[in-house]
């Protein structure tokens, strides 16, 4: 819902009683709708995100009677999107757009925090177990020279190759490999999917590989990847971005409310406030998805019908 165009109820004098009687029957419907009927959430691109809203489509639709559009939008054009009006909220943040964020949060105040969604995000390089066990040294980024002609392909020469992040992800793998002086070259893999169809065929084979990954991620349970470690990370070693030589931080992932829907949404925006749920939770819906090939909505189906004693919590109080 565009919650930027509200009619107004101001009546010029002179309208007769009739006139009168069906603006304000038309503002309070256009209001009513503003506040409960129907909203927009904003869903990144990868199938997490996706979880936690099929999973809120469906509860809200149920249980709440409100229609629920699902928007796929990048982070920062979300932001832009809930800023507008366009949309209504985002479910999962991963803290990647800080300019537009102080921008509409703290300067316009368009958008306001909704709180953590329960799930903490973590991004860091791995590679597989079964090579990180024969070579233990690989766990150590200070060290990840020794190991690289091990990572080469037809594309990197002799350099190793690291299969990167989709471009819209939160990423600064470009300025580590610099900073850090390793000998790496960036594959783009283009989005999640390609990327996970590599890692599959490469960990099928045995092959070693080294990769920007995350968690909550489905495949995490198919798959066994150990974590190179990174420089420990402090506050600030990633500011500017092109000064990163840190490990990523831990990111309690956050939900974001466009301002007038927080205030005028009603049950919706009390429900997508108490939205919070688990990792393992997410990863659920998750690998239906994903791995199993289930729709969407079937598969927040199968989750609400299972865990009523999770999302009822979520509901507004009567």
Same mark, same amino acid.
């Given at each position: 819902?565009?919650?930027?165009?509200?009619?107004?109820?101001?009546? @010029?004098?002179?309208?007769? *009683?009739?006139?009168?009687?069906?603006?304000?029957? /038309?503002?309070?419907?256009?209001?009513?709708?503003?506040?409960?009927?129907?909203?927009?959430?904003?869903?990144?691109?990868?199938?997490? *995100?996706?979880?936690?809203?099929?999973?809120?489509?469906?509860?809200?639709?149920?249980?709440?009677?409100?229609?629920?559009?699902?928007?796929?939008?990048?982070?920062?054009?979300?932001?832009?999107?809930?800023? !507008?009006?366009? *949309?209504?909220?985002?479910?999962?943040?991963?803290?990647?757009?800080?300019?537009?964020?102080?921008?509409?949060?703290?300067?316009?105040?368009?958008? @306001?925090?909704?709180?953590?969604?329960?799930?903490?995000?973590?991004?860091?390089?791995?590679?597989?177990?079964?090579?990180?066990?024969? $070579?233990?040294?690989?766990?150590?980024?200070?060290?990840?020279?020794?190991?690289?002609?091990?990572?080469?392909?037809? !594309? #990197?020469?002799?350099?190793?190759?690291?299969?990167? %992040?989709?471009?819209?992800?939160?990423?600064?793998?470009?300025?580590?490999?610099? $900073?850090?002086?390793?000998?790496?070259?960036?594959?783009?893999?283009? !989005?999640?999917?390609?990327?996970?169809?590599?890692?599959?065929?490469?960990?099928?084979?045995?092959?070693?590989?080294?990769?920007?990954?995350?968690?909550?991620?489905?495949? =995490?349970?198919?798959?066994?990847?150990?974590?190179?470690?990174?420089?420990?990370?402090?506050?600030? /070693? $990633?500011?500017?971005?092109?000064?990163?030589? /840190?490990?990523?931080? =831990?990111?309690?992932?956050?939900?974001?409310?466009?301002?007038?829907? %927080?205030?005028?949404?009603?049950?919706?925006?009390?429900?997508?406030? !108490?939205?919070?749920?688990?990792?393992?939770?997410?990863?659920?819906?998750?690998?239906?998805? +994903?791995?199993?090939?289930? #729709?969407?909505?079937?598969? *927040?189906?199968?989750?609400?019908? +299972?865990?009523?004693? @999770?999302?009822? %919590?979520?509901?507004?109080?009567?």
């Amino acid at each position: 819902m565009n919650h930027s165009k509200r009619i107004s109820t101001t009546l @010029v004098a002179g309208v007769g *009683a009739l006139g009168m009687l069906a603006l304000s029957a /038309c503002a309070a419907e256009t209001e009513s709708k503003s506040a409960s009927d129907e909203i927009t959430l904003t869903v990144p691109s990868w199938v997490g *995100a996706r979880a936690n809203a099929e999973v809120a489509k469906v509860i809200m639709e149920q249980e709440l009677d409100v229609k629920v559009e699902l928007q796929q939008l990048d982070e920062p054009v979300a932001f832009d999107a809930l800023n !507008n009006g366009k *949309a209504d909220a985002i479910l999962e943040d991963w803290g990647g757009s800080p300019k537009k964020e102080k921008l509409y949060i703290e300067d316009k105040k368009t958008i @306001v925090k909704g709180g953590d969604l329960g799930v903490v995000g973590h991004i860091g390089w791995f590679v597989p177990k079964y090579y990180a066990d024969a $070579n233990p040294e690989v766990t150590d980024a200070t060290k990840l020279n020794k190991f690289t002609k091990d990572f080469s392909s037809a !594309n #990197s020469g002799d350099m190793g190759e690291f299969l990167g %992040a989709a471009p819209s992800y939160t990423t600064y793998d470009e300025h580590l490999v610099k $900073n850090l002086k390793l000998n790496l070259k960036i594959k783009e893999t283009g !989005n999640e999917a390609a990327q996970i169809k590599e890692i599959q065929q490469k960990y099928r084979d045995k092959q070693p590989f080294i990769t920007y990954w995350w968690d909550p991620q489905w495949l =995490n349970a198919d798959i066994d990847l150990v974590e190179v470690k990174l420089p420990a990370y402090e506050e600030g /070693c $990633n500011v500017p971005e092109t000064a990163t030589d /840190c490990a990523y931080a =831990n990111t309690p992932l956050q939900k974001y409310l466009n301002a007038d829907f %927080a205030k005028d949404g009603g049950d919706a925006a009390e429900f997508i406030k !108490n939205f919070k749920w688990s990792t393992e939770a997410q990863n659920e819906v998750a690998k239906a998805i +994903a791995k199993d090939k289930m #729709s969407g909505p079937d598969a *927040a189906e199968q989750w609400v019908k +299972a865990n009523k004693s @999770v999302w009822e %919590a979520w509901l507004p109080k009567k």
